[in-house]
């Protein structure tokens, strides 16, 4: 079978096949073997390039299995592609992601080329706010701490004192020993943290777009169909949705909840592909889907990241005023830690 995308001449050969039988192990469950003889080709060859460009493969846990289990190094939250960023060896960063963690992953490391497969791969949150905003705000609100999520432009991350992600945002907000913060740009992120400090959070109207479609009556109606149902969920739904939930936090927050305490049935309330995820590595649990998902995630492709990964392009760059700035912000976090 010849595979029909930019890698025309990749095709699903007897030595493709039996190089990456061991790697379709590990998404047997999510993927049919039907559809493996397209992915398997780009798959291998992916691997060749890696090792020829020194590249390694940083993805979120919103990628696809095929992406996520057969060709990314290191997977994770936008916490740990932060954390992981800084300490890689290779030459070449490829993010599967979106643009913002791109950014971070060049912020973290300005002499490294950093390539993300599809450079509109956005986010409504870090579409929702600019640096001028952040100005307005601060001008508003003299001598309050701006705590700004990485889900935002490093143009944004410049303007502000400390990032944080859904993994340690309480612990950030709570790091600056003030009684009150400004926490950009997500409403209901800032709405989850406000219940679990005692800092006044003062917030913007930043939405996901994925996230926010989830209500608590669809929660609800699962309940209602599914028996001893555990529900967790992402603190970017509304309030309504986390109340509904057994628990809330980040997506490597959300996967170490069902890896360890293996609820017999699960809903996660947020992108689609982590439910396949998980559910290609653990086989006692059993995942209510509701599909919300993320147009920007899924832009990119394992034929993208093979073009790029032969192209070298597209690269993120950073204007190096805003990086060092916007730097700053990143690694003030990262001192922070989980
Ligand atoms: P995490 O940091 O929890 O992975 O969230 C990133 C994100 O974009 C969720 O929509
Ligand atoms: Fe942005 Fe929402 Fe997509 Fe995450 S899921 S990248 S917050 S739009």
Same mark, same amino acid.
């Given at each position: ?33 039907? =559809? ?5 080709p780009l798959v291998a060859d992916i691997q060749r390039l ?18 996520? %289990? ?13 954390? /992981? ?36 791969? #956005? @986010? ?7 640096? =001028? ?74 939405? @996901? ?13 699962? /309940? ?9 969920? %992402?603190? =970017? ?21 069902? /890896?360890?305490?293996?609820?017999? /049935? ?24 509701? @599909? ?38 990143? =690694?003030?976090?990262?001192?922070? #830690?989980?």
């Amino acid at each position: 079978m010849m595979y029909s995308g930019s890698a025309a001449a990749l095709a699903y050969t007897p030595e493709v096949a039996e190089a990456t039988a061991p790697i379709f192990e590990r998404v047997a469950r999510v993927i049919p073997s039907i =559809e493996w003889p397209i992915h398997a080709p780009l798959v291998a060859d992916i691997q060749r390039l890696k090792r020829e460009r020194n590249a390694i493969i940083l993805a979120h846990n919103y990628q696809t299995p095929e992406i996520y %289990h057969c060709v990314a190094d290191i997977v994770g939250d936008s916490l740990a592609l932060a954390q /992981r960023a800084v300490d890689t060896d290779a030459d070449v960063i490829v993010l599967a992601g979106v643009h913002f963690m791109a950014e971070t992953a060049k912020l973290l490391n300005p002499d490294k080329t950093v390539l993300i497969p599809d450079q509109d791969a #956005g @986010c409504s949150l870090a579409d929702s706010i600019t640096p =001028e905003d952040v100005r307005a705000l601060r001008a508003s609100y003299p001598g309050v701490p701006v705590v700004t999520y990485v889900n935002t432009s490093a143009a944004v991350k410049a303007e502000t004192d400390i990032c944080c992600t859904s993994g340690n945002a309480v612990k950030v907000v709570e790091s600056l020993g003030v009684d009150r913060v400004l926490f950009l740009p997500d409403e209901y992120l800032a709405k989850y943290v406000a219940t679990q400090t005692k800092v006044k959070i003062i917030s913007w109207h930043g939405h @996901c777009e994925v996230h926010e479609r989830f209500s608590a009556a669809e929660i609800q109606h699962y /309940r209602e169909g599914f028996d001893n149902l555990v529900v967790i969920a %992402h603190p =970017e739904c509304p309030p309504e949705v986390i109340a509904a939930a057994d628990f809330a936090g980040s997506t490597a927050q959300m996967i170490d909840y069902v /890896r360890s305490k293996r609820p017999r /049935r699960v809903l996660m309330v947020t992108e689609c592909s982590m439910s396949d995820n998980v559910a290609a590595e653990i086989d006692d649990v059993e995942f209510v889907r509701p @599909c919300n998902l993320c147009p920007h995630m899924k832009r990119i492709t394992l034929d993208k990241i093979h073009r790029s990964l032969e192209t070298l392009e597209p690269r993120v760059e950073v204007d190096p005023g805003v990086a060092e700035r916007a730097r700053r912000s990143v =690694e003030r976090m990262l001192a922070v #830690g989980r």
